[in-house]
């Protein structure tokens, strides 16, 4: 059974501070990796993907890939209220649907 | 603009009906997906289509049913042998997983 592990929060950082969140896969073989958004009552939206180890931004988003340990995280920086969320992290593992984590909920306190 | 359109936004069942729940998407992508979300859950699978006449189930299959007769189309049908169909569906495209999903808004499905 593939797993895709969240820390549920809620995660409260203030204003203008990085905020982080992290998610571990249990199929060494995964092969990229997604960060969906989702508001309250709405439809998660895509905000960031990763493929390769390391470091990829955009924006105010950084996303860290670390295959050897199997983790994934999202850092945001200069954190907003509008950020206030839950975060999906998604894992794609080979010719399957994509594995959803639980999602860690963050909120950003003015 | 491309996209993926669902309907109703909210739907009433009463017990014992099937329902129909709608999901059409104009951005050209092979891969469709259903997903049920319950308050405070993560998004469960409970079918998928990879091409058109054909689809497989997820891990909560039981009790739903799918078609996929045009690329365009996959409703979903909740039958009445799914006991707790009370959730947020949400409904998903994809032209290759390396690019991730792109979902629909959702349809909120009440038992009455």
């Known amino acids: 059974q593939k797993e895709v592990e969240q820390n549920s929060g809620p995660l409260s950082v203030p204003e203008g501070a990085i905020a982080s969140l992290n998610c571990t896969y249990s199929?060494?073989?995964?092969?990229?990796f997604f960060w969906y958004r989702q508001y309250s009552g709405k439809s998660p939206e895509l905000i960031m993907f990763?493929?390769?180890?390391g470091d990829k931004e955009d924006g105010r988003f950084t996303a860290q890939l670390n295959k050897a340990s199997q983790y994934v995280s999202l850092l945001i920086r200069d954190s907003q209220p509008s950020d206030s969320a839950t975060y999906l992290c998604?894992?794609?593992?080979?010719?399957?649907?994509?594995?959803f984590g639980k999602g860690t909920r963050l909120s950003v306190i003015a | 603009d491309g996209g993926i359109t669902q309907s109703p936004k909210y739907l009433f069942r009463k017990e014992g009906q099937n329902v129909t729940l709608s999901c059409e998407q104009n951005?050209?992508?092979?891969?469709m997906y259903w997903y049920r979300q319950d308050p405070g859950q993560g998004l469960r699978l409970i079918y998928y289509?990879?091409?058109?006449?054909?689809?497989q189930k997820g891990d909560i299959a039981e009790g739903y049913s799918v078609s996929r007769e045009k690329k365009e189309s996959f409703p979903l049908t909740v039958t009445s042998a799914q006991k707790n169909p009370t959730a947020f569906y949400l409904c998903?495209?994809?032209?290759?997983?390396?690019?991730?999903?792109?979902f629909g808004s959702g349809t909120r499905l009440t038992v009455v």
């Open positions: 998604a894992v794609n593992s080979g010719n399957t649907p994509l594995v």
């Open positions: 289509s990879q091409i058109v006449n054909d689809f």
């Open positions: 990763i493929y390769s180890n």
């Open positions: 998903a495209s994809s032209k290759d997983r390396d690019y991730g999903y792109t």
């Open positions: 951005l050209n992508h092979d891969a």
């Open positions: 199929d060494r073989g995964s092969q990229s």
